[in-house]
């Protein structure tokens, strides 16, 4: 009988928001009047996903594969990272088990937006919807969340293989 194997990854991801930055949370882009700044679309709920993927696979960090001194990844659309990362885990031959996001920010309120959330990136994983929870909270005003001056995102993920 095949030997079935669980890992487990975690990701946890901080932006800074600035006035007039485009507002990509969770792949897709909403109307703010402040976005995340990064070297890529600074997404970081695509960030925490790529993070926990590769903690999973034991493959380091998303800064590692996709260096921010890199001009090739300057303003990238994340989810583009995040299939590459797809991709490694499908050539260590894992599958997503589940994965569980927190997005932490004031504004804007996430909610209405978390279905779509959920849409776009189950697609751009090839996974069912089902296995992908997004969920966002705020900060009650307190720190750099509450004050708008950043927006954070943890993940957890549950990977497993039917390899030995």
């Not at 901080?14 to 507002?23: K, Q, S, T, Y």
């Not at 994965?99 to 909610?111: C, N, Q």
């Not at 296995?131 to 966002?136: E, G, N, R, T």
Request: hydrophobic content about 35%; proline content about 2%.
């Amino acid at each position: 009988m095949p030997k079935s194997n669980y890992r487990i990854g975690h990701g946890y991801d901080v932006h800074r928001l600035e006035e007039g930055a485009d507002c990509w949370i969770g792949g897709i882009k909403l109307e703010h009047t402040k976005g995340a700044v990064g070297h890529s679309d600074a997404d970081v709920v695509v960030h925490v996903i790529c993070d926990a993927l590769l903690g999973a696979l034991n493959l380091r960090d998303i800064g590692f594969h996709f260096s921010d001194t890199d001009k090739k990844y300057e303003g990238i659309d994340s989810k583009k990272l995040l299939k590459k990362v797809i991709d490694m885990m499908k050539e260590k031959n894992y599958e997503v088990n589940n994965i569980d996001v927190t997005i932490m920010a004031e504004y804007p309120k996430l909610s209405p937006h978390i279905n779509e959330m959920q849409n776009v990136l189950s697609r751009v994983m090839e996974i069912e919807k089902n296995l992908l929870s997004i969920k966002a909270t705020t900060t009650e005003g307190l720190g750099f969340i509450g004050r708008e001056e950043g927006i954070a995102a943890t993940c957890v993920v549950l990977l497993h293989s039917d390899q030995n």
